[in-house]
Structure formats: structure tokens, C-alpha cells
């Protein structure tokens, strides 16, 4: 792979307080570099397939328990995370049916791989330290 990055990770300032969101935010984080590094170390289209399958549905499990601990603590700007959320589960399933249109021409291609770990990358750790940041400074003041 001819393109250099900087490999996602999980930092002290996306901490939330809650243990099992910040458990799931170092997953999805590190799905992340496993997807990446399944087609940099040639592993192969099944096993790329695999980690990206993996990936957007550990999103979708993640952002569901998410909302349940803001519906516990009525965050007011539930609705709003909620459609957040929404819009890029979607953006993840479109890139998801990319990849496998991509595999089945014969890829996955470095662009496509790249094009998933840049969107989805930057996405997850911008989302967390606006948004989840957000939402965690209310709920600890509720407590």
C-alpha cells in the first residue's frame, strides 16, 4: 500500500466515564486498524469482507446501547444524537456495499481501503470528542 496515515487511536480525551462506551469506542477504534491491516497484510478479500461486515454491525450495537444509557439519564439532545447516529450508520453501510462491489471487481482496491479507514476513522474519533464528550459531561452532572 502506497499510502501513508497515521493509525486511529483511542486517547485519554475521548474517556466518557462510562467504562463499557469507552470499552466499545477502543473496538471500534481498533476494528478499525484491523480492517486496515487485514488488506495491507494481503489476507485477502473473505477476511477484509469479514472486518468490515464486523465493523458496521458492532457500530449499530454500539450506538444502540449508547442511546439506551442517554434515554436513562433523559439527555436533552437525545433526538438529535439519535439522527447523528442514524446518518452515519447509513454513510456505513453505503461504504459496506462499496467494499463489496469493489471485491467483487476484483478488489479491494487501496483507494477503497483507505477511502473506508479515512471516513470512518476520522468520523468515530471526531464524533467522540464533540458529541459523546457532550453527552458525558451531562450525565456526570446528574449523578
Known sequence: MATSFTYATWTPDMATGNAIVDDQHKQLIDSLNQ????????????????????????????????????????????????????????????LLQDLLQDIASGGPSDEMITNVYVIVGKWVISHIKVQDTKWAEFVKSQK
Do not use: Q, W
Open 35 to 94: 480492517l486496515f491491516d487485514a488488506h495491507k497484510s494481503g489476507k485477502g478479500s473473505k477476511e477484509v469482507k469479514r472486518m468490515m461486515i464486523f465493523l458496521v454491525d458492532y457500530t449499530v450495537k454500539h450506538f444502540t446501547e449508547e442511546e439506551g444509557i442517554l434515554t436513562k439519564y433523559n439527555y436533552p439532545d437525545l433526538d438529535n444524537h439519535k439522527k447523528i447516529h442514524a446518518n452515519f450508520t447509513a454513510t456505513a453501510k453505503n
